[in-house]
């Protein structure tokens, strides 16, 4: 690659929503899409608004222009996409973002999750279509699901039967990271009390591998099977706390600290921001506060990190994490997928029967 393509150079980075209807997807893409507006602005930089419109070829999935996302906020009846081009790090990205319908009733949960494997699993399919090409197009884009924001109801005391189902089945194709929606509804009491209660749900008793969670065979890998019990007995954390004690966070480099910090934080708060009924423009609070809600009784800073994790959640998804993110998604998921299909195939070849 030349000095000039490089720089040029582009990188897809794709986010998807997921979750019960109403607990806030499409506001929180609203609320994301407006904060880089706002950097847009602050910076002075030229608008960078970019459609892409690479997830058309899945017909089902309809790809959204920025204004369409306008106006009062409707249920979400068919997924769609929304892209923007945005610079971070001084390096170029086509952010896209996958809104899905939400979960509604229980007994559609199966479905809709199968759906939404499903178009995560296509791009996988593209991915593979695309490798085993003689020539192979240069310019082909990454359209690989990277990262799955699973946003969790915040009037639930614990994560229900069917979050635990959705959770294990998104975490075996793509990288879930879990959000509480609608933050606003929660005294500070009850989301301290919340947040451990997932995570204990995530890490101890369901013992799901969201994104970042650690896993502890890796490193017992070459130790025989009674050694290992024995040590797992032992030695295994009982607690993600357990497990994050175990590190002088000072004495960690880099890497191992940003994946720290976003085990300290996981589940992330959200609260979205307001649309003034008159204006529809974002309820603006004062000169710095850009982005608000207004109760009545009082007005939040919805992006104050004192009342929500935004902050920190977009600074992990766009710049610490989005590298761990897309290797992840290569290394752990597409490889798994892609051998899962070569296994299959070699298994309806010679006849052995198939799940
Ligand atoms: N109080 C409060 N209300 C919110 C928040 N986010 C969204 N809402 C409201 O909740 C309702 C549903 O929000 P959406 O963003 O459409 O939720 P969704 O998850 O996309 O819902 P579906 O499209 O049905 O899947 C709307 O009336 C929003 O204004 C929030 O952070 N706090």
Redesign the pocket.
Same mark, same amino acid.
């Given at each position: 690659m030349t000095p000039r393509s490089r720089k040029n150079a582009v990188s897809n980075f794709n986010v998807m929503v997921v979750?019960f +209807?109403?607990?806030? !997807? @499409? +506001? #929180?893409v609203r609320t994301l899409l407006e904060t880089l507006l706002l950097e847009e602005q602050v910076e002075d930089t030229p608008s960078k608004k970019r459609r892409d419109s690479f997830m058309s070829e899945n017909s089902s999935v309809y790809v959204h222009e920025e204004q369409q996302l306008q106006g009062p906020?409707? !249920? @979400?009846l068919t997924p769609y996409t929304i892209s923007r081009e945005i610079e971070v790090d001084r390096e170029r990205i086509v952010l896209t973002i996958i809104?899905t319908?939400?979960f509604q009733q229980e007994y559609l949960v199966d479905k809709q999750l199968h759906d939404i494997t499903k178009y995560i699993e296509h791009q996988f399919d593209l991915t593979l279509a695309e490798e085993s090409k003689v020539k192979r197009n240069p310019k082909a884009v990454d359209t690989q699901v990277h990262c799955c924001l699973y946003?969790i109801d915040p009037k639930k005391s614990a994560l229900d039967e069917f979050d635990i189902r959705i959770l294990k089945r998104l975490s075996n194709r793509v990288n879930v990271i879990p959000i509480i929606?609608?933050?606003?509804?929660l005294t500070l009491a009850q989301r301290n009390r919340l947040k451990p209660s997932i995570i204990k749900d995530i890490y101890t008793n369901y013992k799901i591998p969201i994104y970042g969670m650690p896993d502890e065979d890796l490193d017992e890998e070459d130790d025989d099977e009674e050694e290992e019990e024995e040590k797992e007995k032992t030695k295994a954390p009982q607690s993600l706390d357990d497990f994050l004690s175990q590190f002088d966070y000072e004495k960690e480099d880099n890497d191992t600290q940003s994946v720290l910090d976003y085990l300290r934080i996981i589940p992330f708060t #959200?609260? +979205?921001y307001?649309d003034e009924p008159e204006t529809g423009k974002p309820i603006q609070l004062d000169n710095d506060i850009k982005l608000g809600?207004d109760f009545g009784w009082g007005s939040i800073d919805c992006l104050g990190e004192k009342y929500s994790d935004f902050v920190k959640l977009k600074h992990v998804l766009l710049s610490t994490h989005r590298r761990y993110l897309k290797l992840d998604t290569v290394e752990r998921y597409y490889e798994q997928y892609r051998t899962e299909r070569l296994m299959y195939k070699r298994a309806t070849k010679i006849g052995l029967p198939t799940q």
């Open positions: 979750g +209807s109403g607990v806030g !997807k @499409t +506001s #929180f906020i409707e !249920k @979400t809104d319908p939400g946003f929606g609608k933050a606003d509804h #959200f609260i +979205s307001e809600r």
